[in-house]
């Protein structure tokens, strides 16, 4: 079966520990849910951590490894991942209940609002609410 839109499969973050990375994704999406753990396999040190995969309604599948870039600097790798979102407040709240404080806001635009937060583990992730359905707007950068 082929997908008719693209759409992202899965996201491979790297963390030295994985449940406070799964404990700040659950937080911010609750309805996700834990399918499997398993030893990660295949990594330069397979011994280092272990791989979690999520079932989620936006992403079938994320895991989780070991070991994590500098999200601050040029450094070649995953810098954040993005997350759309239907309602910013709710995510921010939910994420202020566990604890989570945002790192900071994108800058206003009128036709999205986005916040960037960093996990227990020092990953980045970004979630944004759009205003408009038109690639135009959305993708506007003012």
């Known amino acids: 079966m082929t997908a008719k839109t693209p759409r992202l499969e899965h996201a491979n973050i790297v963390a030295s520990k994985i ?8 937080a911010a999406f609750p309805e ?15 011994a280092a951590g272990s791989m ?23 450094a070649p790798g995953v810098a954040h991942v993005g997350f759309v979102v239907a309602d910013l407040d709710a995510v921010v709240a939910r994420l202020a209940a566990t604890g989570h404080a945002p790192d900071h806001f994108g800058p206003e635009h009128p036709h999205r609002r986005n916040v960037y937060f960093y996990d227990p583990e020092g990953l980045e992730f970004e979630f944004v609410e759009y205003f408009s359905d038109k ?6 950068y003012v």
Do not use: C, Q, Y
């Open 52 to 74: 979690s995969a999520m079932t989620t309604p936006s992403l079938p599948s994320m895991t989780t490894a070991r070991g994590a870039r500098d999200p601050k600097s040029h």
């Open 32 to 46: 996700w849910r834990v399918r499997g753990l398993a030893k990660a396999i295949g990594m330069a040190n397979p």
């Open 19 to 26: 449940e406070p990375t799964l404990d700040f994704l659950l």
């Open 135 to 140: 690639p135009e707007e959305k993708n506007l």
